[in-house]
């Protein structure tokens, strides 16, 4: 999938989709840069490929992020992949929502993809061109409820996807976004767990798309690697919806 000897950060990269995609990159040759806050999942990520390394960063700091790009630059000397896919949820309408819970999760949702690519397009563009992919959501698309935060953090990422393609479109810096719909990861192993009927909320969660299944963590890293890789050679400002048909509905 030409991504062969490229240089990848992921970050998120320790669970979920974050891990599918460093685990399906690696497969296909890149070197991958796994960078969680949890650090002890990258490395196990890590750990359990070729050439590559775990890096503790959270995607709101802007030390840890100047700090992971420094790493990447020193161990490689150049960056070709970001997948920027870090990102978590919140329950509540803005009523509910508190002022503290709005703000952290708009810096790690937003302000990381801002930080990530700060550090990671000069890089790029040093190392000749590269591509970001964001990880975004079908809720850009369509709300779901109780989810302000959530929604709007991932109606953002669609347009800052859009802002970053065409800034960067003449540096060969293509810029594009996966949105997933309902993936089966351990985001949803609290709610499992809390839940009093697992298989009627399995149930309920399949029944947001026509497929009226959950994705698969590996049916998303299949759209991120294809974004990544020079294969998608002239898509860039796209949002590509994996989510079973959940947006046409
Ligand atoms: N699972 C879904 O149904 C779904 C649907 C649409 C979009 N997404 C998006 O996919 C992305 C990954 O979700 P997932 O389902 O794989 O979740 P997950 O909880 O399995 O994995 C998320 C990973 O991100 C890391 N992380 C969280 N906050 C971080 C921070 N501030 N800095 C660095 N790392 C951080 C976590 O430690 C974890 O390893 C998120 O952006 C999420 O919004 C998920």
Redesign the pocket.
Known sequence: MSVEGKVAVV??G?????QAAARLLAANGAKVVV????VE?AQAVAGSLVQAIAVR????RADDIRDLFQAVDDRFGRLDILVN?????VAGTVVDLDEAEWDRLMS??VR?MFLCSKHAIPLMFRSGGGSIVN?????AMVAIPSRAAYVAS?GAISSLTRAMALDHANQNIRVNCVA????E????DPAFANSENPERFRQELSARCPMNRMGR?EEIAEAILWLASDRASFATGSVLTVDGGASIW
């Open positions: 970050t998120g320790g669970s979920g989709i974050g960078a969680d806050r949890n999942a960063a959270d995607v709101s896919n870090a990102g978590y949820g790690v949702n990381g990880t975004g959501s079908y809720t991932k997933p719909g309902t993936i990861t351990p985001w949803f963590p």
